[in-house]
C-alpha cells in the first residue's frame, strides 16, 4: 500500500544519507560525517581540530560517545586525509558524497 511504500523510500534515503564509502569502495554506515574542518596554518599541530571533533563525538547523540571509527570525511584534501587516518587510527578512511 501506500504507507508502505512511503515507509520504504524513507528507509532507503535515511541509509544513503549515512551511507559512506570505505577504501574499499563498498558503502558501509557511518554515525557522524564531517563536511569540513579547517585550522589556520600558524594554529596547526596543537591539537585544535582533533579537540573539535572529540567535540562532535561527545555531543551528536546524548549520552553516546560515537567511536573514531564511525566518523566519515567529505573529500578531504591530502593534509586532511592524513589529518583523518591518524585520528581514526585506521587506513581505511570512510569518504562521505
Request: charged content about 25%; aromatic content about 12%.
Amino acid at each position: 500500500d501506500m504507507r508502505r511504500d512511503c515507509r520504504e523510500r524513507a528507509r532507503i534515503w535515511a541509509e544513503k544519507a549515512h551511507s559512506c564509502k570505505s577504501a574499499e569502495e563498498r558503502f558501509e554506515w557511518c554515525m557522524c560525517g564531517i563536511s569540513r574542518i579547517w585550522v589556520h596554518q600558524t594554529a596547526r599541530r596543537q591539537g585544535i581540530a582533533s579537540r573539535l571533533l572529540e567535540v562532535a563525538r561527545e555531543n551528536l547523540v546524548y549520552g553516546f560517545m560515537i567511536p573514531r571509527q564511525q566518523v566519515a570525511f567529505s573529500q578531504p584534501t591530502i593534509d586532511g586525509k592524513l589529518f583523518a587516518l591518524d585520528y581514526t587510527g585506521t587506513m581505511q578512511l570512510m569518504v562521505y558524497y
